[in-house]
């Protein structure tokens, strides 16, 4: 046990050093992917907070990314750039906003019923930005300048700057990664935990379950806003796509393929689902359809995800041994 | 009569046109286990349902100490000191042992406002959690899954986590059910035990059991109270012998 969190620490540790250094070695372009990896790795963190701890498979968390990304382009005047500090907290906090609002009302439902009403729920974001003159239709905004880290007349860094952009994404993915760690060995994490588990039973314990997952939700869509804030800087124009369905369906499979319940999961199935996609479509235009050939074959052959796969394949040598 | 405890007025419960409960009235007392007798279908686990939150009744009150508290729900009636046990082994099967009783003992100071603190770090609640396992007799299995204990065990698990609760009327719901006689006497010594400081509600079939520790017996026939009493008023109660337990059980 102390063995295996001892070699779990030593991954991590590399992990990030690799995550550091990369900027130095690598070209732009392949900079900016990390880059989007981390900001995925985020959003999907924050979902598995709600499918892979409380058990609420939700199919709209798209929503909460999307309006988060909308509010910063809305936020950030035309002309000059907008104060990252400012938008960062009012995008997220609309994000809370929203999902206090349809969590209220979703979390009344259970099993298909609270996936299809979160799917309903989303789809009626992405109208709203589609089809209004609030989200500049079909084509969405750009964003004319990158938000600056202002603080009264000091900038401490420059979001202008390629690599600097990514170092402050990686230290925002890191904060998440350890705060929802903190927060998973919580009282309120370990409630989560139990409710997946067996929510009849925490009822009757004295938990009432409805706040417990309303605070996960809210929790969850401010972090997908997070993510979608960070989104937004990073690519500099939003579109309606970001809160459609396709969306949520999109960053489920991530937390699926790196396997639910894991925080490093999370971030696994990011990576991977960005790779085999940037791998896929410089192989053929219909690279969709070997996506859902890598999704099928991860949920029947590894049902744990990714982040199963280093126990699976000590379990075969084990069981492989005695063979010989 | 002020150690009443839980008061139950006139329970109903209708499913459609079928009465499951009629007008049940009982008292469960501080000190004092009330058994719940009654064949298949006839309302126990409605009753009991009732009483913990679980299920609204259709008509009449509940009260603790007192108080109303018909409106509440089940996690409501479990923070006021009221906890229960199921019928079928109901806990955390992929949690440790001592997790699943952690979990029951936190429920007491939730603290879900502290989103950065170490659960496992709260005292108050691991001294709760190793306590009640030491109470049942589930010490040495702390490390253990829940969900690999033996069916008694698990039996005694469901225990331990209602007394984690600090609960002061517990419901059980037939705790003896699947145990080997071993395992069933040794609950009904712990039964013995937790009732001088509480009141116990008993759903139990094992008539021997029921006849061993009971203080009260309430009979229920059709969703209806036939009878309530001590165990020998039960006993030589004709409409009892006649309704529900047979004539030979009595004068075995």
Redesign the interface.
């Known amino acids: 046990m102390t063995i295996k969190t001892h070699t779990a620490g030593i991954a991590q540790a590399v992990v990030l050093a690799a995550l550091a250094a990369y900027p130095l070695v690598g070209s732009e372009f392949y900079v900016e992917m990390v880059a989007k990896v981390l900001v995925l790795g985020i959003f999907a963190m924050s979902l598995d907070l709600l499918v892979g701890f409380t058990g609420l498979v939700s199919l709209g968390h798209s929503a909460y990314f999307g309006v988060a990304a909308y509010a910063v382009a809305l936020i950030a005047p035309e002309f000059a750039p907008a104060n990252l500090w400012f938008v960062l907290g009012a995008a997220v906090l609309i994000s809370a906003a929203v999902a206090l609002g349809i969590g209220l009302l979703v979390l009344r439902t259970r099993g298909i019923y609270f996936i299809m009403v979160t799917l309903a729920f989303t789809q009626m974001a992405f109208f709203l930005f589609h089809d209004t003159a609030l989200g500049g239709g079909s084509d969405g905004i750009y964003l004319n300048f990158r938000p600056e880290p202002r603080i009264g007349g000091w900038m401490p860094f420059d979001l202008a700057e390629g690599s600097q952009l990514y170092y402050f994404i990686l230290a925002v993915a890191v904060l998440v990664f350890v ?1 929802i760690k ?2 998973l ?7 989560l935990v ?1 409710i997946k ?2 929510e ?10 409805f ?2 997952k309303l ?1 996960a939700f809210v929790l969850a869509g401010a972090l997908a806003g997070l993510a979608g804030v960070l989104y937004a800087v990073l690519f500099g124009f939003v579109t309606p796509e970001l809160l459609s369905w396709h969306e949520s369906g999109h960053v489920l499979m991530m937390v699926i393929l790196g396997g639910m319940g894991s925080p490093v999961g999370a971030v696994l199935g990011a990576g991977a689902m960005v790779a085999l996609e940037e791998a896929f479509s410089l192989l053929t235009t219909h690279w969709q359809l070997l996506m859902g050939g890598v999704i099928l074959a991860v949920v029947l052959f590894l049902p744990g995800g990714l982040i199963a796969l280093p126990g699976r394949m000590r379990q075969l040598i084990k069981s492989g041994g005695p063979h010989e | 009569m002020s150690d009443q405890l839980l008061v139950a007025d006139k329970l109903t419960r209708r499913f459609g046109g079928l009465s499951a409960n009629e007008a049940v009235s009982l008292t469960l007392t501080r000190g004092r286990l009330h058994a719940l007798l009654g064949p298949n279908g006839a309302g126990k686990s409605t009753c009991i349902n009732m009483l913990s939150g679980d299920l609204p009744p259709s008509e009449g009150r509940i009260y603790y100490q007192g108080r109303d508290i018909t409106a509440l729900d089940a996690p409501q009636r479990s923070r006021v000191g009221i906890g229960r046990s199921y019928q079928r082994t109901n806990i955390f099967p992929g949690f440790t042992v001592l997790e699943n009783c952690r979990l029951a003992a936190q429920s007491r100071h939730q603290r879900a406002w502290r989103l950065f603190a170490n659960a496992l770090g709260l005292r108050d609640t691991l001294d709760k959690a190793h306590a009640v396992m030491a109470e049942v007799g589930l010490e040495a299995q702390a490390n253990r899954i829940a969900g690999t204990l033996s069916h008694g065990e698990q039996r005694q698990l469901e225990i331990a986590m209602v007394l984690a609760t600090d609960a002061d009327v517990l419901l059980l719901d037939e705790p003896l059910a699947g145990m080997g006689s071993e395992e069933a006497s040794r609950m009904v010594g712990l039964l013995d035990t937790l009732r001088r400081s509480r009141a116990i509600l008993l759903v139990e079939h094992d008539m021997d059991a029921v006849f061993a520790v009971a203080d009260e017996i309430t009979v229920l026939v059709n969703g209806q109270l036939l009878a309530t009493g001590t165990p020998a008023q039960i006993r030589s109660n004709h409409e009892v012998q006649q309704a529900y337990l047979g004539e030979e059980a009595f004068h075995a």
């Open positions: 705060g903190r927060v060995r919580s009282p309120f994490g370990r409630v139990g588990s067996n009849h039973r925490m009822r009757s314990l004295g938990y009432s379950t706040n417990y605070g």
